[in-house]
């Protein structure tokens, strides 16, 4: 399917489901807040591997690598997939150097 078809269909992921209802209340964070936010955190954890994560109009996210390799991808599942084959190797959450830079970062 091309892009712009990916944009306007689909159903939102699992990874993207919030915390608050759908509706902003005024009271919580908006979904696209959260969704920021959401990247955020996982960017603590990609630039262990020199990698970043940005939204993209609230649709899809967009992976860089240092080295410029770039690559769109729908949800954050499809993103550790992506990652691992920017890197070409296997991203491992309990890798002791990832540990160990987490550990010296607030991730909240």
């Known amino acids: ?3 712009l078809c990916g944009i306007l269909g689909g159903k939102a992921h699992w990874t993207d489901t919030g915390a608050t209802p759908e509706v902003f209340d005024g009271h919580g964070m908006t979904p696209r807040r959260e969704r920021f936010d959401r990247a955020g955190v996982v960017n603590k954890v990609l630039a262990h591997y020199r990698l970043t994560l940005k939204d993209w109009q609230g649709a899809q996210y967009v992976l860089r690598s240092a080295t410029g390799k770039t690559a769109i991808v729908d949800n954050l599942s499809q993103m550790w ?10 991203l491992d959450p309990l890798d002791g150097g990832l ?4 550990s010296a970062t607030r991730c909240d």
């Open 99 to 102: 540990l160990q830079a987490l």
């Open 1 to 3: 399917m091309c892009s």
């Open 81 to 90: 997939a992506e990652a691992e084959a920017m890197t070409g190797r296997d």
